[in-house]
Every structure is written in structure tokens, then in C-alpha cells.
């Protein structure tokens, strides 16, 4: 199965932004794909926060705010997840997740911290 | 609200068959905009798709799983389940049921965790 390469972590203060990225392998085309970003704290399951394919084509989670966005980086193949407006309870671990061909892959997780 | 919960045995031998269930309460399975997912995510690692069911019986499995793996329905119960045959302690892991609409996973149960060991 296609390793979508998140970094293990990522930190930054309260107030900041953050921008967590999604790697695809180089055989799958991130200007094709659907990148998906869900939000784990801990003791809970994920919880789905938005789709992003393009600027026309994109979904918010139930009660997401506005400040999670996704963009698309096509010359590093990369999807991104950005988050404005830092809070601490963003604190978390944020996943991305595509469907490459025949299965759901998720990638390994960047757990963030709010300083 | 819909809700969703799993359960089943905490811990299973290695070799045997690891079998739960999820009941859907606060809405009907019987919908045609979505499917039934069940995921799972090792202690302290990544989350991992096993595979979907919709309210018809039809499935499709992760490729990685796809041999070990039967997920059924039932809709009178409002229930699906997972049944992971040959298990191993690589299959011990927190199983996470969850509607699965294209992707958009929305509503999940809290998760189980199953420990695989003798």
C-alpha cells in the first residue's frame, strides 16, 4: 500500500498558524486525489475535519471552524492542512488520508503542539 | 444524533478469531448514502482501514487484510461486525466502528481495544 509521509510532529503558539503536510508517494498524482484531514486528541476517536481536491471542490467537517483549511502544493506532490489562529486545543494529532485505488491509507500522523 | 458503539471480547488468543460488533442507535443503516466502516489503530500508532459494508451486504476490504477479514450487516439489528481470523499480537489494537460516506467518516463509537496474547 502507497506511505502518505506526514511529519511525526510539529509545534507552534497560541495565536500562529500551522501548516501540517501530507507527502503522497510519487506514483500518485496529488492533483488527482482527494486529501482527507481528521483530528485526534487523546482518549478519542478521529474526528473528521475536511476534504480538500480544489478550491472549488472542497467540505468542512459538522462544526469545523473556518480556520482549518486545506491546500494542495502540486510541485512538492503535498497536501496541506493549515490551521490559523492557533488555540490549545488544537493540540492534537491530525491525520491525512487518500484512496489511492482499491483501499482507504491513512498517513502515519503529526501530532502538534501548541506552545 | 446517530451513535455507534462496539463491542466484543477484550482479549482474544493469538491464532483464534477476534469477532465484534456495532450497533447503530439514533438512525437507520438502511440508507443509501453510506457505508459501514471498521478501523483500527495499534497502541501508539497510525489508523488503519479494514474495510466497509453497505446496508445491501456488499464490501470491500483492505487488500492488506482481505483474507482474514468477513464484515456483515444486520439491519433488523441495526448492527454490523468484524470478524479477523488468525490473529496475531500485531492485530491488538484499539477497533474503531464508523459511518463511512465516501471517505467522510462522521460519527464513530468510542472504540474497543482488542489485546491479542495468551
Known amino acids: 500500500q502507497p506511505v502518505l509521509t506526514q511529519p511525526p510532529s510539529s509545534s507552534a503558539s497560541p495565536g500562529e498558524s500551522a501548516r501540517l503536510t501530507c507527502t503522497l508517494p510519487s506514483d500518485i498524482n496529488v492533483g488527482s486525489s482527494n486529501i482527507y484531514w481528521y483530528q485526534q486528541r487523546p482518549g478519542s476517536p478521529p474526528r473528521f475535519l475536511l476534504y480538500y481536491y480544489s478550491d472549488s471542490n472542497k467540505g468542512q467537517g459538522s462544526g469545523v471552524p473556518s480556520r482549518f483549511s486545506g491546500s494542495k502544493d502540486a510541485s512538492a506532490n503535498t497536501g496541506i492542512l493549515l490551521i490559523s489562529g492557533l488555540q490549545s486545543e488544537d493540540e492534537a494529532d491530525y491525520y491525512c488520508m487518500i484512496w489511492p485505488s482499491n483501499a482507504w491509507v491513512f498517513g502515519g500522523g503529526t501530532k502538534l503542539t501548541v506552545l | 444524533q446517530l451513535q455507534l458503539q462496539e463491542s466484543g471480547p477484550g482479549l482474544v488468543k493469538p491464532s483464534e478469531s477476534l469477532s465484534l460488533t456495532c450497533t447503530v442507535s439514533g438512525g437507520s443503516m438502511s440508507n443509501s448514502d453510506h457505508f459501514w466502516a471498521w478501523i483500527r489503530q495499534s497502541p501508539g500508532k497510525g489508523l488503519e482501514w479494514i474495510g466497509s459494508?453497505?446496508?445491501?451486504?456488499?464490501?470491500y476490504y483492505n487488500p492488506s487484510l482481505k483474507s482474514r477479514v468477513t464484515i456483515s450487516v444486520h439491519t433488523s439489528k441495526n448492527q454490523f461486525s468484524l470478524r479477523l481470523t488468525s490473529v496475531t499480537a500485531a492485530d491488538t489494537a484499539v477497533y474503531y466502528c464508523a459511518r463511512d460516506t465516501s471517505g467522510y467518516y462522521e460519527y464513530w463509537g468510542q472504540g474497543t481495544l482488542v489485546t491479542v496474547s495468551s
Open positions: 459494508i453497505f446496508y445491501s451486504g456488499g464490501t
